[in-house]
C-alpha cells in the first residue's frame, strides 16, 4: 500500500479542482494546470481535498498510485505558489543574458547559444552568471533548465560549467609533474 497515495491532496482557498472525462483541471490564482487521468486510478474531490485511490487491485494501479498523487500534489503547488529554478555558470567568459523570449548564452562555443523560452515560463538573469527559471509547470521548469545545463555541463577539474544551484561537483585533482 502507498503511504504517499493514502495521503489526500488539500486544497488551499482559491484553488478549485474539476474531474471532467478523463481530464483532472486545477484553477488557483496563478493560472490553470491540467493532467490526463489514468482509468486504474480513480480520483475525488470532496470536502476541499482530491482523494486518489487505486480503481482496481492491479500492479499496473498499484504502481501509478504514489506517483498520480504527487502529480496532483504539483498541480496545486504549481496554481498556487509556482516553481523554479536557479543554475549557476562558473568559467571565464562564460555568461547569459535573458532578451524578451529568449535566453542568450555566451559558453566559449565560437557563436552564442540562443534558447527560445517556451510560452508559461519566465527566464531572469539578475547577474550576468546566474539565471532564474520560474513558471507554474514543475516539468517544464524542470525541462529547460536541464536543457539549458545540457549545454556545458560542470567539468570535475575546474568546474566550469553551467551547475543547478546547491548542485555539489565532485572534484578531480589533476595531472602530477
Known amino acids: 500500500m502507498s503511504r504517499i497515495g493514502k495521503v489526500p491532496v488539500a486544497l488551499p ?31 475525488g474531490i470532496e470536502d476541499g481535498r482530491i482523494v486518489v485511490k487505486p480503481a482496481n487491485e492491479t ?15 504539483n498541480l496545486v503547488t504549481g ?14 567568459g562564460y555568461r547569459a543574458a535573458a532578451q524578451g523570449k529568449n535566453l542568450r548564452l555566451q ?35 524542470g525541462q529547460l533548465a536541464a536543457e539549458i545545463r545540457r549545454w556545458r555541463k560542470p567539468e570535475p577539474y575546474k568546474g566550469k560549467g553551467i551547475k ?5 561537483i565532485f572534484r578531480k585533482e589533476g595531472k602530477k609533474k
Open 13 to 43: 482557498s482559491g484553488v478549485s479542482a474539476t474531474a471532467e472525462g478523463d481530464v483532472l483541471t486545477v484553477k488557483g490564482p496563478k493560472g490553470t494546470l491540467t493532467m490526463a487521468m489514468l482509468e486504474d486510478i480513480s480520483y
Open 164 to 168: 543547478y544551484r546547491g548542485e555539489y
Open 59 to 73: 500492479k499496473r494501479a498499484r504502481s501509478f498510485w504514489g506517483m498520480h498523487r504527487t502529480l496532483v500534489q
Open 79 to 92: 496554481v498556487t505558489e509556482g516553481f523554479s529554478k536557479t543554475l549557476e555558470i562558473t568559467g571565464v
Open 107 to 141: 559558453l566559449g562555443y565560437s557563436h552564442d547559444v540562443n534558447i527560445a523560452v517556451p510560452e508559461g515560463l519566465e527566464v531572469k538573469t539578475p547577474d550576468q552568471t546566474t539565471v532564474e527559471i520560474s513558471g507554474i509547470d514543475r516539468q517544464k521548469v
